[in-house]
Every structure is written in structure tokens, then in C-alpha cells.
């Protein structure tokens, strides 16, 4: 049976940090504009920040979609689901912002990561999200897996990389500073770290 919640902590604060993987939801206004469902998960890269507010790295991929639609409208769903232990899943519901490099508090939310180092993977931003309704399901119908270690390939392909070889990198990439729906991106160039 689901349950809603006032704020993240205890239990589910526990679950939602232990959690290797969770999802992000994200669409535009436009009723026929793409909705954007992604994947995260390299551990050290997902934060809470005090009952009501989480916050996550995000760094370079091949769109900009999550950050485009935060701009246009703020709606933002993160889910988790368990896949050793007791089945469960949580989903929260917010309102999102992207936090480039160069907003005055980006130094601050970045020391909330403490390990992983962010220029490893080019950071493009922190996605802060302040939930608006935290709700569990039971999760009986998510399978069994196993979590072996995180992927280095990220890590590998974007260390390589400096401020102004990124902020080129993203230039050439189709949908960085314009989202699949037309909507403002990213900013380029990048600010530096």
C-alpha cells in the first residue's frame, strides 16, 4: 500500500541514499513535446539537503533535456526502486532548478558531494529539487538484480577533458544549448569550476 510523506528522513531518507540508480522525469509544457526520462547513478553524486529539498549532479550526456524543461516549468518526479532487500519504490515530486556553474550558490551545493570529484565527469550543473509530495509503493513487481560497481567509461571520457574543451565539446552536440523541443539549455560556454 502506498503511503505519502511530510518530508524525507529516517527510513526513507536511509532508503533513498542507499540506492545505487534512480530515475528522473521531466517533460515540457507543449503537449507534444518529448518527455525525458533518465537514468542516474554514479554513487556520490546524489545529495539530501535538509527534509524537503535533494539536490544531484549533472554532468555531460548527449542532450540537455532535464535542465531545458527545469527552465521552462520546474516539474520534476525522482524515482527509486528497490532491487535487493524489501520491495519498494519512491517517487518524489517537485519543483527542480538547474544551478549553473557561475549562480552564487553553486561553490556551496557542490561541497555537499564529497566524493566524487566533479570535474572527472563534466559537470554541467546541480539539479536542486524541492519535493513537493514523497509518496512509497510497495514495488512487489520490480525484480531481483544485483548492483556490481558503477562504470568507469564516464569517468574515462570526460577526465580528459578542461572548462573550455567541454564547453567545444558541448557546442557540437545537437541538443546541449537547445533542448529536442527547441527550449534554452544549456548556457555556453561553461563557467569555470
Known sequence: MGKTYERIDGRLRTFIEEQPLFFTATAPLSGDGTVNLSPKGL????????EHTVAYLDFAGSTAETV????????????????????????????GEPVFRDDPRFGELLSRFQDLDPTSHGLRAIIVVHAELVRDSCGYAVPFMTYDEDRDLHARRFAREDDASLSAYFAKKEHIATSMDGLPGLPLPLSPI
Open 68 to 95: 531545458a524543461h527545469l527552465r521552462e516549468n520546474g516539474r520534476i518526479t525522482l524515482m527509486w526502486c528497490a532491487f535487493q532487500g524489501p520491495p519498494n519504490i519512491v517517487r518524489v515530486h517537485g519543483r
Open 43 to 50: 554513487r556520490g553524486s546524489f545529495a539530501v539537503l535538509d
